[in-house]
């Protein structure tokens, strides 16, 4: 069997102390008045039900809109550096890509998620969603859960999950209009208006807009003069219905078209830029039976996402990824003690690549070798219990299999445990699982790059930690020691000296 690099091992071992200034106790009133206090801040992505954050036995962070609003961030991704295990690679002028690392796992192992939709860019050489076009005034709740996390949520989340909850109106008429002028020459206006009617239905939607001359994303030390600017225009709409039996419906969707300036770490690229348009639509219906203890989920989602390059050496290169999905998701209290979740999921991946600059025209290949129209499809099943046996103790274990129409079935699995002493406001807790990671349809099709031979990535991870509240809740202190091992890990290399071979095409250069 050929694989990339056989046998290839990383681990990563951690001791971080992270002390916040905030108060996870306490969330300001829809309406903008006083605060109300949340006995027992819930979270999301740990189980896929709501479960009270003193339960969840993986690390996780959550950062609300009071804390993104009072540290007034500009843009998402710096709000995530506030937490331990996260890194950031803001690379150059704003709106440049901003791919986000957990643990030290690349960006393919991050999955994202933005109101239950997946929206990874499945056209990338390695599929990861970039940030920079997702306003932070339109989010609820970020919860940030690390380590990995397969068994719950299939590949690509090795590393672990971010879950982006974008705000829902609760009063009758809501409207928020803010134009901002700074360095750069920055212009961003931001409208949002929206509300909920006594009949259960409620809908919002915004508008922003992102104009900015930029700086050299090429080192200026290095000769980088000319500006890279960025314009962004970007639609959030999200609308629901809540019956009175408990039902419910909501349905969704994002837009997002964007420019921008495009150098390489070597040369101001003048006149270079890349044009984006992402598309996302899902929706999402639960009814709930048993006198509430059975709740049943669908929920459906596309995800399209575009890139077009104009001018330089790709001049006219297109790749289009999309992903759409459908998973069912059952929810049920059979005793007071036990909660268990379980479900299934079909996706299917797509890349369209119309890209013969980036084919290796240069080096030989056919102009029409690089007209790629790739998809694959997986169907998964998964299954989770939780047992509270005693008070303040969670225990939770879940298991998944991913049939992949390329790669076969896979099965990972986790399990957790937390204990929380409300007295002294402690949770110990630990974590582990396995973790899946399969090759891009780039990786494995693309005619200069793609590898047909390339195996999934496999990993397993463990987590033990503490979290200590202090200052009467306004303050957290948190310990973990992690470690996680991969294997097969996908790499690239270029002009290699060692006799790895390589694709035929750009065998002499790059692979």
């Not at 709000?79 to 440049?96: F, H, K, M, W, Y």
């Not at 005793?335 to 690549?353: K, M, N, P, S, V």
Request: aromatic share 10%; charged share 25%.
């Amino acid at each position: 069997m050929n694989r990339a690099h056989y046998g290839v091992f990383s681990t990563a071992l951690l001791s971080s102390i992270s002390l916040f200034a905030l108060n996870a106790a306490t969330a300001q009133d829809a309406s903008g008045g006083q605060d109300v206090i949340i006995a027992d801040p819930v979270v999301i992505s740990a189980t896929r039900y709501e479960t009270p954050i003193q339960e969840v036995g993986s690390a996780i962070s959550v950062l609300d809109a009071e804390e993104l609003s009072r540290r007034q961030f500009l843009r998402l991704e710096d709000a995530l550096q506030l937490i331990p295990g996260v890194t950031v690679d803001l690379n150059g002028s704003p709106g440049r890509p901003s791919p986000v690392r957990l643990r030290g796992l690349g960006p393919r192992n991050t999955l994202v998620l933005v109101d239950g939709m997946e929206v990874a860019d499945t056209s990338r050489s390695q599929v990861q969603f970039e940030f920079g076009n997702i306003p932070p005034e339109t989010v609820e709740r970020v919860e940030v859960l690390r380590g990995p996390q397969s068994a719950l949520y299939g590949a690509d989340s090795a590393g672990g999950v971010i879950n982006i909850i974008t705000r829902k109106p609760e009063e009758p008429f809501e409207a928020q209009a803010r134009v901002e002028y700074g360095s750069f020459n920055t212009f961003k206006p931001f409208l949002e208006a929206g509300g909920r009617h006594e009949s259960g239905f409620y809908a919002l939607g915004s508008f922003s807009y992102t104009d900015i001359d930029g700086f050299s994303s090429f080192n200026e030390d290095r000769g980088g003069s000319e500006d890279d600017p960025y314009i962004s225009r970007a639609w959030l709409g999200k609308a629901g219905k809540d019956f009175d039996n408990g039902a419910s419906i909501e349905l969704r969707g994002r837009y997002v078209d964007e420019t921008t300036a495009s150098d390489r770490n070597n040369a101001d690229l003048i006149g270079v830029y890349i044009d984006k348009e992402e598309f996302y639509y899902g929706g999402t219906a639960s009814l709930p039976l048993l006198d509430g203890r059975l709740v049943n989920q669908v929920t459906a989602s596309y995800v399209e996402h575009e890139r077009f390059f104009d001018g330089g050496f790709l001049n006219g290169d297109v790749y289009e990824g999309s992903k759409a999905k459908v998973d069912y998701l059952a929810t049920f209290d059979f005793y007071e003690a036990h909660t268990t979740a379980f479900g299934i999921e079909w996706e299917e991946e797509r890349l369209d690549q119309v890209a013969p600059q980036a084919g290796g025209v240069a080096f030989g290949t056919p102009a029409d070798a690089a007209f790629l129209d790739e998809k694959v499809a997986t169907v998964a099943a998964f299954a989770q219990h939780q047992w509270r046996p005693i008070e303040g103790l969670s225990l939770i274990a879940g298991i998944r299999a991913d049939d992949n129409e390329k790669f076969g079935t896979d099965v990972t699995a986790r399990g957790s445990i937390a204990y929380d002493i409300q007295a002294t406001g402690t949770r110990l807790r630990a974590s582990g699982g396995s973790g899946i990671v399969t090759p891009s349809l780039y990786e494995l099709n693309d005619v200069c790059i793609g590898n047909a031979d390339l195996d999934p990535e496999e990993s397993v991870g463990f987590d033990v930690g503490v979290d200590q509240t202090a200052l009467g809740g306004r303050a957290d202190v948190s310990l973990t020691l992690f470690r996680t091992e991969v294997e097969d890990q996908i790499a690239y290399v270029s002009s290699p000296t060692d006799g790895t071979p390589l694709t035929p095409a750009c065998a002499a250069f790059f692979g």
